[in-house]
């Protein structure tokens, strides 16, 4: 084991990485389903263009997916059960983050109208969500994760 996998697992049943990446993902999963869920209250009035909407409510629904996804598989990880479910919903994360952040690159920080401060707090939140994210799939996707799933007792699915 390496030093954050001792580190984090005194008792020698799951090693650091996994743990971490349990957390992680829960912890990116539930922030992003309460942002999933706020935006889409502030969709269920009438915005823009036809497409625009189209778009807006993609974006949202997949992000909801992806929270759902990131806690699912967080906790499917943490007691072994297997990752997938872990780095689908880290893939839709990034995803969804690239979203955001082209529409706050494009649409927010040109416009005159809005202040500077929002579209940098609509630059941030993204780019930290989409950092916890891929930091959660690179620990879930570590050798020593792997090794752990292959070992661990089989969870019923």
Do not use: K, N
Not at 5 to 34: F, K, N
Not at 54 to 60: E, P
Not at 86 to 107: F, I, K, N, R, S
Request: with cysteine; charged share 10%; net charge negative.
């Amino acid at each position: 084991m390496t030093g954050l996998d001792v580190l984090l697992d005194e008792a020698g049943r799951r090693p650091g990485t996994a743990t971490c990446a349990a957390l992680l993902s829960v912890l990116v999963g539930v922030g992003t389903l309460i942002g999933g869920v706020l935006a889409g209250v502030v969709l269920s009035e009438p915005v823009g263009t036809g497409w625009f909407a189209l778009l807006a409510w993609s974006v949202v629904v997949t992000q909801v997916v992806a929270a759902v996804l990131s806690i699912a598989g967080g906790v499917r990880l943490a007691v072994g059960g297997g990752r997938g479910a872990l780095v689908t919903g880290a893939a839709l994360e990034l995803l969804v983050c690239g979203g955001y952040l082209l529409h706050a690159l494009t649409v927010m920080a040109p416009d005159v109208g809005e202040p500077p401060s929002a579209a940098v707090v609509f630059v941030a939140v993204p780019v930290a969500v989409a950092a916890t994210a891929a930091s959660a799939l690179v620990l879930a996707l570590r050798p020593m994760t792997g090794e752990y799933l292959l070992f661990s007792p089989r969870v019923p699915s």
